[in-house]
Nanobody, 120 residues
Framework: QVQLVESGGGLVHPGGSLRLSCAAS????????MAWYLQAPTKQRELVAS???????NYADSVKGRFTISRDNSKNMVYLEMNSLKPEDTAVYYC??????????????WGQGTQVTVSS
């Protein structure tokens, strides 16, 4: 009933930039905290950044000063601006959202991921 769809991934050179987008759709009553996670090959999924419904932001230490998370509540979207990309940023990036549906259920939803590859 609720879906999150990521876009914007791709191949970039070290030092380059990408902007990821995530659109939430469906029977959404309210959007709570939204976040971006990454999962590198053979590793566990890790939090990159989160933003509450009121705009309180948290970043992983590894991306502070390089990545910026933002949201547009009117469009049910969250973004991740990634700058100064490094090869170690290579991973699948997943959108995550704490959502209350119209029927009153509160659940955490995940997108299917978008691949980011940083390589020369």
């Amino acid at each position: 009933q609720v879906q999150l769809v990521e876009s914007g991934g791709g191949l970039v050179h070290p030092g380059g930039s990408l902007r990821l987008s995530c659109a939430a759709s469906g029977s959404i009553f309210s959007l709570g905290t939204m976040a971006w996670y990454l999962q590198a090959p053979t590793k566990q999924r890790e939090l990159v950044a989160s933003i509450t419904s009121r705009g309180i932001i948290n970043y992983a230490d590894s991306v502070k000063g390089r990545f910026t998370i933002s949201r547009d509540n009117s469009k049910n979207m969250v973004y991740l601006e990634m700058n100064s990309l490094k090869p170690e940023d290579t991973a699948v990036y997943y959108c995550n959202a704490d959502i209350i549906t119209v029927s009153g259920l509160r659940r955490i939803y995940w997108g299917q991921g978008t691949q980011v590859t940083v390589s020369s």
